[in-house]
């Protein structure tokens, strides 16, 4: 657990000082709340469709893709600048080089959910209704689940060939059921003031934050080897 | 050699039991007569009771065309149709006289006819095979008349009339595309079938490190893709003739047996893009493992119905009687044929494996770029 946490400390630092990730993972996922933007004006302007919901979907795709783009440069990285080695010969467990990217990970997302909720109220003139607050957190429980999966299959997919494209191939059907669409429906239900609506779909992400967590934790050791 | 032998039997009897499988499918087993009823029983039926009509869209009585808006509620009655008009004019005319006429509300269950939800989309056009299954919660039986065809009350003025005589509803069966059914539950069984072996080679190659087991796992993930392919491919020819439309996004067992089959074609492509035969194992048996989570999702969808919306048929073991003598035993051939055919399938995927290692390894030995 300690391995964990100075391995997490350390990513951290490195982006404290670079910066690197978070503002690109926060510009793109400000570019898909704009393109969002772009693509309902009409719908939105017309009343068609309701802020509500586009908040909801469209804050859920924000923190998908920007996962994706994190999760990416969290291992390749290590790969790329070749400290990947360095860190499979520290004489910890694979389990706790998990944790302590799973940590890191966590942190940076959830940064950026903060910032993509905040821009996206500023840009749609949108108080979430005053319940702001539960919004950010089903964003925290969604994303945890979402982190623990993201960081199994990046470091699944970081020795692969077009390991760019693979990672949303192999991320995006795993967190269709687990996290967007149960995160979407307990956002929309939090907006709405009724979070003790979705209840279940809580627990249900919390399940399988607990599946991919124990997978996660029991596999890595295979994942990163050799 | 001795493989060789017992792959040529297996060849022979899984050709023959699929052979005797669509034999038995097409001429064999007679359409199911579902869910039908004739007039006079759903005029006739206790309050309580669960009910289906079956029947055609005769007449959309609808103001503005083309058919219905999104935000209609359907506001299900079922009323035999000259007492139903007696209703309307008696409410119109305000002489409301309880127990004359014949309208059963509903609480409805189900409702086919390319649409679920408590909304119509617009797609009920004249000529749609339209099914309502609902509890009857009020009999207002009055003095029946011979029973012509039935109403669905929609709110506003606009009405939704299926049938027009008692006799096409008693007559009714399922199309005929429900034969495709001893193909398309058979395929979804073997790919979840298929999966699972891929998920217990998976754990034994991190176990054991025994690269046999590795193109076990590679072997039955192809097939299972290749099932599930079919499954996708035979469900929508049935659902086009039984819900109208051929995908069905609301439905919980279709889109999990989808996000199922990205998954495992994710499987097939990370191991494509990965070249050091061990680390491809290693990493492909995680995500075999991690993968699997999906399977049970798509399994149980249908059974947890209620919680996760899904208008797809249960198979086994359903309370509402279930399976003909005769389909029942076209349907356990069916499973056999199926299941033979795969074991056969993956025995000879293995071995191919095992060839395209050996010639990788002649191919290293000669000393040429692999």
Request: charged letters at 15%; a negative charge.
């Amino acid at each position: 657990m300690r391995a964990a946490l100075i391995l997490a400390t350390k990513d951290l630092k490195i982006e404290l000082r670079s910066k690197e990730v978070v503002s690109s993972m926060f510009l793109f996922s400000l570019l898909i709340v704009i393109a969002f933007r772009f693509a309902f004006a009409e719908a939105v302007d017309s009343g068609a469709l309701s802020l509500e919901d586009l908040a909801a979907s469209s804050l859920w795709i924000c923190f998908s893709f920007a996962t994706i783009v994190g999760m990416h440069t969290s291992f390749a990285k290590e790969k790329d600048r070749e400290t990947l080695e360095g860190l499979m010969l520290c004489p910890v467990d694979r389990s706790a080089l998990f944790l302590g990217k799973a940590l890191s990970n966590l942190v940076l997302v959830f940064i950026v959910d903060l910032l993509s909720i905040l821009f996206f109220g500023l840009f749609f003139a949108f108080d979430y209704d005053g319940h702001a607050v539960e919004v950010v957190g089903v964003a925290l429980v969604g994303t945890v689940t979402l982190v623990l999966v993201g960081t199994l299959v990046a470091a699944i997919s970081v020795n692969a060939r077009a390991r760019e494209v693979l990672l949303p191939i192999l991320l995006i059907p795993l967190i269709a059921f687990s996290v967007i669409i149960p995160c979407v429906t307990a956002t929309r239900n939090a907006i709405a003031g009724e979070l003790t609506e979705s209840v279940r779909d809580i627990v249900s992400i919390a399940g399988f934050a607990l599946i991919f967590g124990a997978v996660g934790y029991l596999s890595f050791d295979y994942v990163l080897e050799g | 050699m001795r493989t060789e032998r017992v792959g040529k039997y297996l060849i022979a009897v899984s050709a023959i039991l699929v052979l005797l499988t669509t034999y038995l499918a097409i001429f064999y087993v007679p359409l199911p007569a579902t869910s039908v009823r004739s007039a006079n029983d759903i005029l006739s039926s206790l309050d309580g009771n669960s009910i289906t009509v079956v029947g055609f869209i005769v007449d959309l009585k609808v103001t503005p065309p083309p058919g219905l808006d999104a935000s209609e509620r359907i506001n299900f009655t079922l009323a035999d149709f000259s007492d139903y008009q007696r209703y309307r004019g008696a409410i119109s005319d305000g002489v409301l006289e309880e127990g004359w006429w014949t309208v059963r509300p509903l609480d409805v269950l189900a409702f086919t006819g390319g649409w679920t939800g408590p909304y119509l989309g617009g797609i009920l056009s004249n000529g749609t095979n339209v099914s309502v299954t609902g509890v009857v919660t009020a009999g207002a039986v009055g003095p029946n008349s011979a029973a012509t065809g039935f109403h669905i009350g929609v709110s506003g003025s606009r009405n939704v009339d299926i049938g027009t005589s008692a006799a096409e509803f008693s007559i009714m069966t399922a199309p005929v595309a429900q034969k495709i059914f001893y193909f398309h539950m058979p395929s979804a069984w073997i790919c979840y079938l298929a999966f699972f072996v891929t998920l217990l080679s998976s754990v034994f190659y991190l176990k054991t490190r025994n690269p046999k087991y590795d193109r076990w796992a590679f072997s039955a993930a192809e097939l299972g893709v290749l099932f599930a392919t079919l499954a996708i491919l035979t469900g929508p020819i049935w659902a086009k003739q039984e819900w109208g439309v051929y995908w069905r996004w609301q439905d919980t067992k279709l889109t999990t047996t989808f996000v199922l089959w990205l998954v495992y074609i994710g499987y097939l492509m990370l191991r494509a893009s990965m070249q050091e035969p061990g680390a491809r194992a290693r990493v492909a048996a995680v995500y075999g493992i991690v993968g699997f989570v999906t399977v049970p999702m798509s399994l149980l969808s249908s059974r947890i119905a209620p919680l996760l919306r899904s208008g797809h048929p249960q198979v086994i073991a359903t309370s509402s009687g279930g399976l003909s003598p005769e389909s029942g035993l076209t349907v356990g051939i069916a499973v056999v044929a199926f299941t033979v055919l795969f074991i056969t399938m993956l025995i000879k995927r293995v071995e191919v494996a095992e060839s395209e290692e050996e010639l990788e390894e002649l191919k290293r030995e000669v000393g040429g770029e692999a």
